[in-house]
């Protein structure tokens, strides 16, 4: 089982709180990811990270803001939750094998919900 | 564009049968493609890997198979159980940047019936 770590499982918060998603990994990996999910949906990137105080916009557009000030370490937060953020969000990190390519590891994800 | 498109959305087989899912390409340059399988509220975890020089590949009850000319691979669950409901998803990778994107489908729902 992968060394990725997602907190907390599950939040319901009220609109306009600000929230800070958790997410770690243990192997050291420099590329680290943020995916958005709907139900029965696929996985959009919306952002990622290449190393230490790197960070960029994925394809789909989000209000949240990420950091990455240790390798290990990549939290998103929103300043002020909406309904319409309400969904699952996973975190994964990534290694490239010279003979296997990138390999993707995900976090169990946060259940989000925005009341 | 680079996309990822798989068949069925979703499939309901009874326990103990058999069943293929369907996934084709279009990213290019290849790296590898793998198969996900996600639980309901859970993340994906990797079932097969598969690069441009293999044809097939098995994970007990799951055999991938690819065919990098018509760019297209199918999953194979032999046997099903229970447990195999899930969204098994499609992933290939690129290898035209450092980043090694990645490229999602939209899975196959499946539902195992007993």
């Known amino acids: 089982e992968a060394d990725i770590y997602q907190t907390p499982r599950y939040l319901v918060i009220g609109t306009g709180k600000k929230i800070t998603l958790e997410c770690s990994q243990t192997m050291g990996h420099d590329k680290m990811y943020w995916y958005q999910q709907d139900p029965g949906m696929e996985l959009h990137l919306i952002h990622y990270?290449?190393?230490?105080?790197?960070?960029e916009k994925g394809d789909l557009s989000s209000e949240s803001t990420v950091s990455r000030i240790r390798t290990e370490h990549f939290p998103l937060t929103l300043e002020s939750a909406r309904p319409s953020h309400t969904s699952q969000y996973l975190c994964a990190s990534s290694e490239y094998n010279t003979l296997l390519g990138t390999e993707a590891f995900f976090g169990q994800g946060t259940r989000l919900t925005v009341v | 564009k680079n996309q990822v498109e798989q068949s069925p959305q979703s499939l309901i087989i009874l326990e103990g049968k058999n069943c293929t899912l369907q996934?084709?390409?279009?990213?290019?340059?290849?790296?590898?493609l793998r198969w996900y399988k996600q639980d309901t509220g859970r993340g994906p975890v990797s079932l097969t890997i598969m690069t441009f020089s293999e044809n097939t590949k098995s994970n007990g009850r799951y055999t991938a198979t690819l065919d990098a000319d018509t760019k297209q691979s199918s999953l194979h669950i032999t046997a099903s159980q229970l447990s195999d409901s899930a969204s098994y998803i499609c992933?290939?990778?690129?290898?035209?940047?450092?980043?090694?994107?990645?490229?999602f489908g939209r899975g196959t729902q499946l539902t195992v019936w007993p």
């Open positions: 990270s290449y190393g230490v105080n790197s960070t």
């Open positions: 996934c084709n390409y279009t990213v290019s340059p290849f790296s590898n």
């Open positions: 992933v290939v990778s690129d290898r035209g940047s450092t980043l090694g994107r990645l490229y």
